[in-house]
């Protein structure tokens, strides 16, 4: 069955210091994999997205993420975090055939200032 | 222009009433989603409507029931709500096949039983 794993829960980061969010999916086919946030209150926006082609996709709000196959994995990354990217982050693997997606459980990000 | 909107924002009600959340999309989408998310923040998904068809029904309890009266519209009736029912609900919607492409989420409802 096809799942999304985020293994940390919550990470805490200094501002100004880089970020990698950890999310592997299982999947029988080439994956259709998301980034989303959710900052207090609010819904979840759409950071970046891949399909094929380049396995580094570059997202909105200076995200990027990369695809590796090998490793069943597509994390995230910014080099520098600003107070305002804290938020509750979510990955996702969509389903080709069933019309939807599975979300990862989310990872808390709280920074530091 | 809010591209898919959910009203009420906030919803405390009594258990066993039943109350409804109405959501609306003006993204000229073709599929619709009710999803819950629950006090730890995992989001499930409840039920999927493409054109106005039910497509998705993840073993959500007959209490609840989706409605769709056009593919813009997807509402969601609670009968006899339960404290387990408090939860933040979100509405999205989809432009084509729903796992190909990214969802668009409404501000989501939060729904408290007491």
């Known amino acids: 069955a096809q799942s999304v794993t985020q293994p940390d829960i919550h990470i805490t980061v200094s501002e100004g210091a880089s970020l990698e969010l950890r999310c592997n999916y299982s999947y029988g086919a080439t994956p259709y994999l998301f980034w989303y946030v959710q900052s207090p209150g609010q819904g979840l926006q759409l950071l970046l997205k891949?399909?094929?082609?380049?396995?580094l996709v570059q997202g909105i709000k200076g995200f990027e993420a990369e695809f590796k196959r090998s490793q069943s994995s597509f994390n995230l990354r910014k080099p520098s975090v600003h107070w305002s990217d804290a938020a509750e982050y979510f990955c996702a693997v969509g389903h080709t055939n069933a019309g939807k997606s599975t979300f990862g459980d989310g990872t808390t990000l709280t920074v530091k200032p | 222009d809010t591209a898919v909107s959910q009203t009420p924002k906030y919803l405390v009600t009594q258990m066993g009433n039943d109350k409804s959340i109405k959501c609306e999309q003006n993204l000229g989408h073709d599929t619709m989603y009710w999803y819950k998310q629950d006090s730890k923040k995992f989001l499930k998904i409840m039920f999927s409507y493409n054109n106005k068809e039910l497509i998705i029904n993840e073993t959500v309890p007959n209490r609840f029931s989706p409605k769709s009266p056009d593919k813009a519209h997807l509402n969601l009736h609670i009968n006899s709500l339960e404290l387990g029912d408090s939860a933040v609900y979100f509405c999205a919607s989809n432009p084509g096949q729903g796992g190909r492409t990214e969802a668009f989420f409404g501000q989501g409802t939060r729904l408290t039983v007491v």
């Open positions: 891949y399909f094929s082609g380049d396995t």
